[in-house]
């Protein structure tokens, strides 16, 4: 079993960026299709992106293309999202999931395992 961790959440204004990280233990991350998801108040949780276990291939939902961007540093067993020219409608909690599928997919019914979330809020 793998646990996982978010970090990096936080207040940031419109048109500022943030980093998250996902710090994966119990388990090597290399063995895990990693996806990030968000979910507002009121809303399904919704996907973001998705990376191979070895970090060569990735997915993005519409949503998140050419603002965010997954990376994985296996050595460090973390998972990264990068997320730049926020809008206030990004607001959400964010989450990390790690699956044990061998190709990369957007159902987060396909995930095994799940972070606790990190909140991103974006003022106006």
């Known amino acids: 079993q793998v646990q996982l961790v978010e970090s990096g959440g936080g207040l940031v204004q419109a048109g500022g960026s943030l980093r998250l990280s996902c710090a994966a233990s119990?388990?090597?991350?290399?063995?895990?299709?990693m996806g990030w998801f968000r979910q507002a108040p009121g809303m399904e949780r919704e996907f973001l992106g998705t990376i191979s276990r070895s970090g060569d291939s990735t997915r993005y939902a519409d949503s998140a293309k050419g603002r965010f961007t997954i990376s994985r540093d296996n050595a460090k067993n973390t998972v990264y999202l990068q997320m730049n020219s926020l809008k206030p409608e990004d607001t959400a909690v964010y989450y990390c999931a790690a699956g044990l599928q061998s190709v990369t997919v957007v159902n987060p019914k396909m995930y095994n395992y799940w972070g606790q979330g990190t909140q991103v809020t974006v003022s106006s």
């Open positions: 119990g388990r090597t991350l290399s063995n895990y299709v």
